[in-house]
């Protein structure tokens, strides 16, 4: 990683993040700085995004997760962006074999918060350049982590690409608040003061709830991957259909997870799908991952 400011554009607190890079040794319980070779598979000018809220609730805990790190290890994706991670969590992760081998993990729990987002990078495809957390107006704690990312030279010909994901405010009463913080993603992904991404991309859970807030995304900016590949389906629920007897007197089914990019030319969505949508038999019950679905989406960057 370079030593290079944060992004300037936002008038928000914004803090370096240092990587937690670790490989396994034999030796149990001993973690040492990665020292993992060089893969040589075929360069490639896309990357996979997968965002997931995994669901900090102690039901089914820690089964549903355990499902969480099998559906990464199918997928592969080069970025996970994960919602409501705990420390049991990243504990988890450090015993997991793929994480372990293949992800950078970069953590920002606002202080006094005992959950919060994680982006997972994949080392053996990308480097990473710059990486930091932004401050939101927030009283549930939350905040934006943002990654610079290149392709790893000889394996990947990914260009630069910028991504950001936070756990946006929840409520139907914090509308306002999510607009603020809409606007301040809107600004730090766009920025280009310090570096110009060729893919620039927010995802995670947006709580967008609101029949007025629909369309605000695009109000400050963005489109939505699943609405440009998916034009006649423009539902996409992602929360309340794995466990809808835990929604409230009226609640419905919601489009709340998204992955939305800044359109440019040579930038593609080639492919997009849900992740968690299928249950997983566990003590004869059959149970999902988590109450949200996450997304998957891989965009191509056919840069002249």
């Not at 370096?16 to 060089?38: I, Q, R």
């Not at 995994?54 to 919602?83: G, T």
């Not at 419905?252 to 038999?281: A, C, H, S, T």
């Not at 019950?285 to 949200?292: L, V």
Request: proline letters at 7%; glycine letters at 4%; a negative charge.
């Amino acid at each position: 990683m370079t030593s290079t400011p944060p992004y300037p554009s936002s008038t928000a607190v914004q803090t370096p993040l240092t990587p937690l890079e670790f490989s396994f040794t034999s030796s149990p319980d001993k973690w040492l700085e990665s020292l993992l070779p060089k893969p040589t598979p075929t360069p490639s000018s896309s990357i996979k995004i997968l965002t997931y809220n995994i669901w900090f609730d102690n039901l089914y805990l820690p089964h549903r997760w355990l499902a969480i790190l099998s559906l990464i290890a199918k997928h592969q994706p080069e970025v996970v962006c994960i919602q409501e991670a705990t420390e049991g969590f990243i504990n988890l992760l450090k015993n997991d074999a793929v994480a372990r081998e293949r992800y950078i993990v970069l953590k920002n729990f606002v202080e006094g918060s005992w959950y919060g987002c994680l982006i997972l990078v994949d080392r053996t495809k990308l480097d990473i350049v710059r990486a930091t957390s932004v401050t939101f107006p927030t009283q549930m704690g939350r905040a934006l982590i943002v990654v610079e990312v290149i392709g790893k030279k000889d394996v990947s010909n990914l260009p630069l690409c910028r991504i950001a994901t936070s756990h946006f405010e929840s409520m139907h009463y914090s509308s306002e608040t999510r607009f603020q913080q809409f606007t301040i993603a809107s600004q730090i992904v766009k920025d280009t003061s310090i570096s110009n991404p060729f893919i620039s991309v927010v995802c995670g859970d947006t709580n967008l709830e609101l029949p007025n807030e629909v369309d605000l995304p695009q109000q400050v900016g963005f489109r939505d991957s699943w609405l440009d590949t998916h034009p006649e389906e423009e539902v996409g629920h992602t929360w309340g259909i794995t466990y809808p007897k835990m929604m409230r007197g009226e609640e419905r089914p919601r489009k709340l997870d998204r992955v939305l990019y800044l359109e440019k030319e040579g930038v593609k969505v080639v492919n997009i799908g849900l992740v968690g949508d299928q249950p997983v038999e566990v003590d004869g019950h059959s149970i999902y991952p988590s109450d949200h679905i996450g997304i998957v989406a891989e965009f191509d960057s056919k840069k002249e």
